[in-house]
């Protein structure tokens, strides 16, 4: 297992070892005792798991506040995705700074996003797949959105076409204004 810092304090890539023979390979996604091992404790609720059918498909950027924020480990289950993390910790050094990193199918990676940080994604291919763990479960009253495309934010999105978003997400406001429910150092 391979685990790389961002410039994000906290947000982690993480890439499980994959054993390859002739049958294809075989990994292990998620061990708790190993992730306790290096220093990553979480513990996880609820899996989620969406399809998204068009390329340009953008979810986020979302967050759930406490008590019922989640840390979530994000993978690509088939095609490709952009991860985003945008730190909205009150009175981080860098909240408002976001981090992207592109998770496969091919390569394995994971993207740790912890609670105090909204998560969104595009998609970069058809049909792709994204599954991720969550340490806590679902709480809609809790949910809260910033805009994808917010200017303040400035997410480097990587493909330049109007993407397929859901309505609450097209209409989600950005950084201006936005009164975080989580304080610097927030845990779920
Ligand atoms: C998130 C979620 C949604 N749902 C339902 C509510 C709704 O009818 C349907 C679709 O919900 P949404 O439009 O919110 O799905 P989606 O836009 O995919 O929301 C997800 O986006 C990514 C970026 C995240 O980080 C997740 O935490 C989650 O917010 O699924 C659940 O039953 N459980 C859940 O945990």
């Known amino acids: 297992m391979d685990i790389e810092k961002t410039a994000l304090d906290g947000v982690v890539i993480i890439t499980p070892k994959r054993f390859g023979d002739h049958r294809g390979f075989f990994s292990e996604s998620w061990n708790k005792s190993a992730m306790d091992a290096a220093g990553l404790s979480y513990d996880f609720v609820q899996d989620n798991h969406s399809l998204s059918m068009t390329p340009g498909t953008v979810r986020g950027l979302h967050f759930q506040a406490p008590p019922r924020a989640q840390d979530k480990l994000v993978r690509c289950g088939r095609g490709a995705l952009f991860d985003v993390a ?6 981080s050094a860098t909240y408002g700074q976001w981090v992207g990193v592109e998770l496969t199918a091919e390569n394995g990676k994971q993207l740790l ?3 105090g940080f909204a998560h969104g994604f595009m998609t970069l291919v ?4 994204i599954i991720y763990k969550c340490t806590d479960t679902y709480a ?6 910033l805009l994808w ?4 934010i400035g997410i480097n999105w990587p ?5 397929v978003l859901s309505d609450k997400d097209a209409a989600a406001p950005g950084l201006a204004g936005f009164d975080s429910p989580f304080a610097c150092g927030a845990t779920a």
């Open 159 to 163: 493909l330049d076409i109007a993407p």
């Open 126 to 129: 058809p049909e792709t797949e």
């Open 149 to 152: 495309n917010d200017a303040e």
């Open 86 to 91: 945008v730190d909205i910790r009150k009175g």
């Open 113 to 115: 996003v912890p609670a």
């Open 140 to 145: 809609p009253e809790t949910e809260g959105a």
